[in-house]
């Protein structure tokens, strides 16, 4: 087995963060409602868009990497994707991560690794270990569980306590396909089901202390999924950076309890933004190759011209709330702390967001 060339994790970056996207971020405005508004964008020409707004990571599906994946034999697989590596090395790209695509085909109607039919999870299985071999031919030692049929709309339609015995079964043998990869669980509670099964990082990184090589388990974090299980995503990300867990983040924002939005990082609450750049500021995340990904859409309503607009926006907003995080007034932080003053406390935070200190 080829050993993975590209060392992510080598080489302390200095607190300069790096950024990624995938190729569904520049988005063509369809919805369960309507078709497509905007034109497509030919994957060749998204490459081009990386660089110029100031990005260098690049996340994938494996069919975003090879199309027509269940269409062509393993072989071709693989040699396409060294081919799209050279090319991402080209352009001054690195691929960020692989995540099996697992939400498209006949065979994961009923779930993927979840699935009752034992046929189908052999197909996630074996089209999981096909996204590792891409991986592994593209550059990139992470692919990326988003689980997204894994769960029920009827509550007894499956044992949930056989079904994570089922995705314990498949993460070991990703694990064992390849020496060097490592899986990140995207947890999400619902949408597209009603609920899903590992919906919080917690839930992930339970299963990964439970796999054959906890070392090799981890998470990727995204705000809008936090959000709709209730929960702060700032605390969920100190959490998983407790355990040294968060290898990947899908910052962007979210109002509410409804459809997953994918809206601009920060534009719905700014003070949760501030508290997930200092979470993860603090934490020295990126020193280690992590990539900050934005998993933001533009609305529907957004006309062709500026339809990459939000990425190099919640990009801006990232950077500006880096600079509030570290010019927020510590020494004045910690005297509220010490008088348990924390009225003084949430006014000092507004304040400073406010721009008003
Ligand atoms: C769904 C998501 C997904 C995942 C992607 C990579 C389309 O809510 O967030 O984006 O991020 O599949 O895991
Ligand atoms: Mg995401």
Not at 172 to 197: C, S, V
Not at 272 to 287: C, H, I, P, S, T
Not at 336 to 346: F, N, P, Q, S, T
Request: net charge neutral; hydrophobic share 40%.
């Amino acid at each position: 087995m080829a050993r993975i060339a590209n060392k992510q994790g080598d080489k302390p970056v200095g607190g300069k963060y790096r950024f990624s996207f995938g190729p569904w971020n520049i988005s063509e405005g369809a919805d369960p409602f309507g078709p497509p508004v905007r034109k497509p964008v030919a994957f060749a020409r998204k490459l081009k868009v990386y660089r110029k707004l100031g990005f260098t990571g690049v996340q994938f599906h494996d069919d975003d990497a090879v199309p027509d994946l269940d269409r062509i034999s393993a072989k071709a697989a693989v040699a396409q994707a060294a081919k799209l590596g050279r090319i991402l090395k080209s352009e001054g790209l690195e691929p960020e991560f692989v995540a099996p695509r697992l939400w498209e085909s006949p065979r994961t109607i009923d779930g993927a690794y979840t699935s009752n039919d034992p046929a189908c999870r052999r197909y996630a299985i074996e089209r999981s270990l096909l996204a590792i071999d891409i991986a592994a031919a593209l550059g990139t030692k992470n692919i990326v569980l988003w689980l997204a049929r894994e769960g029920t709309y009827i509550r007894e339609a499956k044992n949930a306590r056989l079904a994570h015995d089922h995705l314990l079964t498949a993460i070991n043998r990703m694990l064992a396909h390849h020496p060097d990869i490592r899986i990140m669980i995207e947890p999400k509670p619902n949408e597209p089901m009603d609920h899903a099964y590992l919906p919080t990082i917690g839930h992930a990184i339970a299963i990964a202390y439970l796999s054959d090589d906890p070392s090799r388990v981890g998470g990727l974090i995204e705000t809008a999924h936090a959000k709709l299980a209730g929960l702060d995503p700032s605390d969920e990300m100190a959490f998983a950076l407790f355990h040294k867990k968060l290898w990947s983040v899908h910052l962007n924002d979210q109002n509410g309890l409804k459809f997953d939005e994918d809206r601009n990082f920060g534009a719905v609450n700014l003070r949760e933004a501030f508290n997930q750049v200092r979470v993860l500021d603090e934490a020295g995340y990126g020193w280690n190759g992590e990539y900050v990904g934005l998993d933001v859409k533009t609305f529907r309503t957004q006309k062709q011209e500026k339809e990459t607009a939000h990425l190099a926006n919640s990009k801006r907003f990232f950077e500006l709330m880096v600079h509030k995080v570290r010019t927020f007034d510590r020494k004045a932080e910690s005297q509220c702390i010490k008088a348990r003053d924390y009225e003084g406390l949430e006014r000092l935070v507004i304040e400073h967001l406010l721009g008003a200190d």
